[in-house]
């Protein structure tokens, strides 16, 4: 597979260059890989639990000592938001490259996280179904996928943790009948001049009681509105690699 790189002598030019697919790493190293100008998918792959704060976000918000205790590494990443707790296997993360000049290259922040989002919804729909079935079986009423497109919405203790929160472009199940939005997939991202990277992350279910052990500040309530998508987690992550590919205008390699 390829993906494409514009060339130095033509902003209209194209190169033709290796994709990488599949990224495994230690969290704090796949957080820290720079930003090339290319347009790029790349499903990326934890080797070990992880808890991640925010890029503005001090290490006094979680007991790092309780977390490397259960075998937990505390890492920073470059991109904002709040904490996201990671294990091998419970959740998917896909990181999306666009580069300044590409068809959909905003400057406006908010806006460039929008297409994303309804790229995952139509994964969503296609992969767990329009009723919104997730991890909680009991979760039946009638509801649907939906992009947030305005701003960050969360008070303080909220945007402590990232899936207690509901910024732009982030997916959120509206259940009708209970008059909530569950956030689904989280969508964080970091800029350089030349580029923006979108990390997105969606679970096989989001477990509040580790962040309740391993956070020093007060965990939201919000936190437990959010869903998971259960069983279709590795199914929905093939879907949405290769979905997002073509929205970018690359081939993923096989």
């Given at each position: 597979?390829?993906?494409?790189?514009?060339?130095?002598?033509?902003?209209?030019?194209?190169?033709?260059?290796?994709?990488?697919?599949?990224?495994?790493?230690?969290?704090?190293?796949?957080?820290?890989?720079?930003?090339?100008?290319?347009?790029?998918?790349?499903?990326?792959?934890?080797?070990?639990p992880a808890?991640?704060?925010?890029?503005?976000?001090?290490?006094?918000?979680?007991?790092?000592?309780?977390?490397?205790?259960?075998?937990?590494?505390?890492?920073r990443r470059?991109?904002?938001g709040g904490?996201?707790?990671?294990?091998?296997?419970?959740?998917?993360?896909?990181?999306?490259?666009?580069?300044?000049?590409?068809?959909?290259?905003?400057?406006?922040?908010?806006?460039?996280?929008?297409?994303?989002?309804?790229?995952?919804?139509?994964?969503?729909?296609?992969?767990?179904?329009?009723?919104?079935?997730?991890?909680?079986?009991?979760?039946?009423?009638?509801?649907?996928?939906?992009?947030?497109?305005?701003?960050?919405?969360?008070?303080?203790?909220?945007?402590?943790?990232?899936?207690?929160?509901?910024?732009?472009?982030?997916?959120?199940?509206?259940?009708?009948?209970?008059?909530?939005?569950?956030?689904?997939?989280?969508?964080?991202?970091?800029?350089?001049?030349?580029?923006?990277?979108?990390?997105?992350?969606?679970?096989?279910?989001?477990?509040?009681?580790?962040?309740?052990?391993?956070?020093?500040?007060?965990?939201?309530?919000?936190?437990?509105?959010?869903?998971?998508?259960?069983?279709?987690?590795?199914?929905?992550?093939?879907?949405?690699?290769?979905?997002?590919?073509?929205?970018?205008?690359?081939?993923?390699?096989?």
């Open positions: 597979g390829v993906d494409h790189r514009r060339s130095r002598q033509g902003a209209g030019r194209l190169e033709a260059i290796p994709l990488r697919r599949l990224v495994r790493g230690d969290a704090g190293a796949l957080h820290d890989r720079p930003i090339e100008p290319i347009a790029r998918v790349e499903v990326l792959e934890i080797e070990r808890v991640v704060l925010g890029s503005t976000q001090s290490f006094d918000v979680v007991d790092v000592a309780r977390a490397e205790a259960s075998g937990f590494v505390v890492v470059r991109s904002g904490v996201v707790i990671l294990q091998p296997g419970d959740h998917v993360w896909i990181d999306v490259t666009v580069p300044r000049g590409h068809a959909l290259w905003l400057d406006d922040v908010e806006r460039a996280t929008w297409w994303l989002g309804e790229a995952w919804c139509e994964v969503l729909r296609a992969e767990v179904g329009a009723t919104g079935a997730t991890a909680d079986s009991t979760q039946s009423r009638a509801s649907d996928w939906s992009v947030h497109r305005g701003k960050l919405a969360a008070t303080a203790p909220e945007r402590a943790v990232c899936f207690a929160s509901i910024g732009p472009g982030e997916v959120v199940r509206s259940d009708a009948t209970a008059g909530l939005s569950r956030k689904v997939v989280g969508i964080s991202q970091r800029r350089t001049k030349d580029a923006a990277r979108f990390q997105c992350t969606a679970f096989r279910e989001v477990d509040a009681s580790l962040y309740e052990r391993f956070m020093r500040v007060e965990v939201a309530e919000s936190l437990r509105r959010a869903v998971g998508v259960g069983e279709a987690l590795e199914k929905v992550g093939s879907r949405a690699a290769t979905q997002l590919a073509e929205r970018l205008g690359v081939t993923l390699a096989v």
